[in-house]
């Protein structure tokens, strides 16, 4: 593997990470967006989700898919040439 390689791959590895964080973010900034007067009627709770074997399986799935996505798309791209 050459030192080229191994730097793609570690910017992918903290890529995908940074990118599903943000998306995550967003997704709530935008799920929880409240009127000024919606605070009065309604109470902060914490909510804790439980995804179970498949959730876990699905997220791997996901990960191995956007891996090889990437894989894919540098191979294909001028850089993996």
């Keep these: 593997m050459?030192?080229?390689q191994w730097r793609i791959g570690a910017g992918i590895a903290v890529a995908f990470p940074l990118l599903?964080?943000?998306?995550?973010?967003v997704i709530q900034y935008?799920?929880?967006?409240?009127?000024a007067d919606d605070f009065q009627?309604?109470?902060s709770?914490?909510?804790?989700?439980?995804?179970?074997?498949s959730g876990y399986v699905g997220l791997g799935?996901?990960?191995f898919l956007f891996y090889g996505l990437a894989v894919l798309i540098y191979r294909t791209s001028k850089f993996g040439k």
């Design 20 to 25: 599903l964080h943000l998306t995550l973010q």
């Design 2 to 4: 050459s030192a080229r």
């Design 45 to 53: 709770y914490m909510l804790a989700v439980h995804v179970g074997w």
């Design 41 to 43: 009627y309604h109470d």
């Design 61 to 63: 799935l996901g990960a």
């Design 30 to 35: 935008a799920l929880n967006r409240e009127t």
